[in-house]
């Protein structure tokens, strides 16, 4: 089985900083792609960032400038460093990722359970 598992998520007031990690655990091959995901209550969930397995990344507008994805092959780790944080950054915030398990196989996705993120005025 292949978990992800998020954390990072909290408290801040608007201008602060968060640090969100995405970990995924079990037998994995290879990861490619990782996004991250929000959704505020009564709205869709919408995608924030995204790396490539090469570390080409991409952002929604809103946050571009702002946010910051990274990862870290060797632990199996993507981050979204969050700065400037805005009162409508509040969102539950979720890891998404294409893992292939075994090589013969085409990648799966997997989400993470999702971590909460409060942005105070």
């Known amino acids: 089985q292949v978990q992800l598992v998020e954390s990072g998520g909290g408290l801040v007031q608007a201008g602060g900083s968060l640090r969100l990690s995405c970990v995924a655990s079990?037998?994995?091959?290879?990861?490619?792609?990782v996004g991250w995901y929000r959704q505020a209550p009564g709205k869709q969930r919408e995608l924030v960032a995204t790396?490539?397995?090469?570390?080409?990344?991409n952002y929604a507008d809103s946050v571009k400038g702002r946010f910051t994805i990274s990862r870290d092959n060797a632990k199996n780790t993507v981050y979204l460093q969050m700065n400037s944080l805005k009162p409508e950054d509040t969102a539950v915030y979720y890891c998404?990722?294409?893992?292939?398990?075994?090589?013969?196989?085409?990648?799966?996705?997997?989400w993470g359970q999702g971590t909460q993120v409060i942005v105070s005025s």
């Open positions: 079990g037998s994995i091959f290879s990861i490619r792609a």
């Open positions: 790396i490539t397995s090469g570390g080409s990344t």
């Open positions: 998404n990722a294409e893992i292939k398990v075994v090589l013969a196989l085409p990648p799966k996705s997997y």
